[in-house]
C-alpha cells in the first residue's frame, strides 16, 4: 500500500524558513514524478512545485519566485520543499503528491501557517 507522510509544516513569522519532508512508502519511487500542492482556507488546491524522478528537471508554480525549492533522495524515497522567505499568504496545508503514470496518490497534508 503505497504511503505519503509529510512532515517539516508549522508555525513561523514571515520572512522565515521552512523545510517540509515528504516520506514515500510501498512500492519504489526513483522512476515517478513528485510534487507539492498546497490548499488556503476557502480556496481550491493549487500546483507549487514538481520534481521528475531522476531529480533532473523541476517545475514551480509562478508564485514560487525563486522562493521555493523542491528536491528528492530517492535512496530514502523523500521528497523536499524548502521554502524561504515565506509570507503570510503562503499560509496553507502542504500536499505531497505522487504520480505513478497509472494512478496518483496524496499524502494527508502538513499544516504551514505564517504570522505578519
Known amino acids: 500500500q503505497v504511503q505519503l507522510i509529510e512532515s517539516g509544516g508549522g508555525l513561523v513569522q514571515a520572512g522565515g524558513s521552512l523545510r517540509l519532508s515528504c516520506a514515500a512508502s510501498g512500492r519504489t519511487f526513483t522512476g515517478d514524478p513528485m510534487g507539492w500542492y498546497r490548499q488556503a482556507a476557502g480556496k481550491e488546491r493549487e500546483f507549487v512545485a514538481r520534481?521528475?524522478?531522476?531529480?533532473?528537471?523541476?517545475y514551480y508554480a509562478d508564485f514560487v519566485k525563486g522562493r521555493f525549492t523542491i528536491s528528492r533522495d530517492n535512496a530514502r524515497n523523500t521528497v523536499y520543499l524548502q521554502i524561504n522567505s515565506l509570507k503570510p499568504e503562503d499560509t496553507a496545508i502542504y500536499y505531497c503528491h505522487l504520480d505513478t503514470g497509472t494512478d496518483d496518490y496524496w499524502g494527508r497534508g502538513t499544516q504551514v501557517t505564517v504570522s505578519s
Open positions: 520534481i521528475r524522478g531522476s531529480g533532473g528537471s523541476t
